[in-house]
């Protein structure tokens, strides 16, 4: 009887320690299971990276929306001495570096841009191209290779000087279309959503392969201006005497509303006299007044 207890008990020993082994395998297996699920969630590291200068905050808020629309990494330029507060002064300092072409240091002129294949390069028109704190990224930072997609704010315009200024001084980038966006209309009430809009489908124009001449396709011939077309023109310069524009010829664009496209005479800050094109665009009836998108130049 003791002899069969006993081989009993062995055999309950042997199953026990079995069944633990197993419990202690399955255990594993589900850590195991459990880590490489967790490394499967991580999102991959990402490929684009949001470079910006923004001396009073508005160009920031569009690089906040380039950084969400692409899920990308973001990088702020920051000079080591801040520009004046005032209008004037910053004007007045703008001017003696783009004359010296002394350009201003910065605290982290270097960026790591070896893992990025797309660079959003952001920035303030000055004197009608970037701020002079872009040149000193540029002096510091290669971006041969890259797909650069620049963006920018502007009191009237700059966008496609800036961008042209941007493919000479980067020829061994891809430079694209820019964005571009007023101070005044990034600073109004509603802004969040009218410049998320605009930047997917600039995004949407991008992918598309349109340039700046396609994007034009879509306005009548330029003909003369009507008693209308000269009121429209009138509200929406309203603030931009400094330009003196003149209006010579316009066409038209029907969107949810009217895009406005003028060939204007323009002696800005009582210059010579200069082509240039402006866009105005007039909501629908009873949605707002017409304004000022850009002066192109």
Known sequence: MKKYFGIALAISIAILAGCNEESAQAKQQTKTTSAQATVAEQPAPSKSLVVFYSQTGSTKKVADVFQKARNADIFEIKTATPYPSTYDSTVAAVRVQRESKQWPALVNAKADLAKYDTVYLG?????GSFAPPIYSFLDSNDLSGKVVVPFCTYGSGGRKASANELKTLEPGANVTLAYGISNKRINAEGADSIVAAEVETFFANLAEGKTEEMLMGGYSEQRPLTAEDSAVFAAATKDYGYLSLRPLSVSTQVVAGTNFLFTCEMKAFGGPATQTNVKIFR????????????VEK
Do not use: Q
């Open 123 to 127: 920035y303030p028109i000055m004197f």
């Open 283 to 294: 909501p629908l009836p009873g949605r707002g007044e017409p304004e000022l998108i850009v």
